[in-house]
């Protein structure tokens, strides 16, 4: 119990540094962004909007991840709200997930497509730059939909965990709201059999997972060559697209460390029926953690905005020094 009440305790923590500092970055992309970003500052207004809204749904939802054996749950922790309205928030909650990967692939396209110049731009500085914005949100709705239909609680997966949610939380089964299943269910013979609808499900989660990796990865690779060799602009522009360009992979590696990888070991636990005990709800940590440290690399790698915060930050030190006697 001490250990869902620090979990809770870290998701609200780092709802609230998440939004401050989403807040600040677009307050910064407003007000202090070059003339050279041109229409990306949208799409950066954009993404930081959805992860506001990501961070208030996960202190909401307060998901706390289980993985037991062949078992793995997504467990809502909030059991103030309707039943119901739990149920829609979880698959919402997942959803943003899937947007995510749409984000990344988006921007790595962005940022080739101004390194290289090429006519595929234009789509992003008229009305067409909206049918990019709804990219992202397309894939979460699948991959909502996919957990909606692969991992959604039915009586079978509540006879399965029933035990497990009771001795691990003292938590009623019947009360709680959750996504998960069982890979490997019980035979009619009395022996194990894999889960086909489960296993169906992960390839599918799988398979959209590793298409935007090599998107991103091959988009990256391509920009990188192409800012370090022929990207012909002004120096200054040149510069800009090089902050970009790390602002963007460092970005980029925040989620996969703390999104990816924790999802990864969780799912490859669970075809190879490991328990990891209280060390998979540290999954639920990370997953809040993330929308935190985002802005980070934007704020400190873009020079426009990390000397306007440090031009705020000096200022108000000076200040409070001249007012000490």
Same mark, same amino acid.
């Given at each position: ?6 979990i ?5 923590i780092?709802?609230?540094i ?8 677009i307050l ?11 229409s990306y500052?949208?799409?950066m207004i954009?993404i930081s909007?959805?992860?506001?809204i990501?961070s ?6 307060k998901?706390i ?6 078992i ?8 103030s709200?309707?039943k119901?309205?739990s ?9 943003f997930f899937g947007?995510?990967?749409g ?8 940022r ?6 090429s006519?595929?731009l ?25 957990n ?12 399965d965990?029933?035990?497990l ?6 938590? @009623?089964?019947?009360? &709680?709201v959750? +996504?998960?299943? !069982?890979?490997?269910?019980p035979?009619? %013979? ?12 992960i390839i ?14 091959f988009?990256?690779?391509?920009c990188?060559l ?5 990207f ?10 090089h902050?970009l360009f790390?602002?963007?992979v ?13 999802a ?6 669970t075809?190879f ?7 998979s ?11 935190a440290? @985002?802005?980070?690399? &934007?704020?400190l +790698?873009?020079? !426009?905005?990390r000397?306007?915060?440090? %031009?705020?930050v ?12």
């Amino acid at each position: 119990m001490l250990w869902n009440r620090a979990i809770t305790q870290i998701q609200e923590i780092s709802a609230v540094i998440s939004i401050l500092g989403k807040l600040l970055l677009i307050l910064l992309i407003i007000t202090k962004s070059p003339r050279q970003l041109g229409s990306y500052k949208y799409l950066m207004i954009y993404i930081s909007t959805f992860e506001i809204i990501y961070s208030i749904v996960d202190v909401i939802v307060k998901p706390i991840i289980v993985s037991h054996d062949s078992i793995f749950i997504c467990i809502s922790k909030n059991f103030s709200l309707p039943k119901e309205i739990s149920s829609y928030l979880i698959l919402i909650w997942t959803g943003f997930f899937g947007s995510f990967l749409g984000f990344f692939e988006i921007q790595f396209i962005y940022r080739y497509l101004v390194a290289c110049r090429s006519k595929v731009l234009n789509t992003f500085n008229d009305k067409r730059i909206f049918l990019w914005m709804m990219f992202p949100a397309t894939v979460g709705i699948f991959w909502g939909s996919i957990n909606n239909f692969f991992f959604r609680h039915n009586p079978r997966i509540n006879r399965d965990i029933k035990s497990l949610v009771l001795e691990e939380y003292n938590w @009623d089964i019947e009360k &709680v709201v959750y +996504i998960g299943e !069982n890979l490997y269910e019980p035979s009619e %013979n009395g022996g194990v059999q894999i889960n086909k609808k489960c296993l169906i499900g992960i390839i599918i989660v799988w398979t959209i997972i590793n298409i935007s990796i090599l998107t991103v990865s091959f988009f990256a690779i391509k920009c990188y060559l192409k800012i370090h060799s022929e990207f012909k602009g002004s120096i200054k522009l040149n510069h800009l697209q090089h902050q970009l360009f790390y602002a963007l992979v460092t970005q980029t590696l925040i989620p996969f460390i703390l999104m990816h990888l924790p999802a990864s070991i969780i799912f490859f636990s669970t075809m190879f029926n490991l328990n990891l005990g209280n060390s998979s709800s540290i999954a639920a940590i990370s997953f809040a953690i993330f929308p935190a440290l @985002d802005p980070l690399p &934007v704020i400190l +790698i873009i020079k !426009n905005y990390r000397n306007a915060v440090a %031009n705020v930050v000096t200022t108000r030190v000076l200040m409070i020094s001249k007012k000490k006697p």
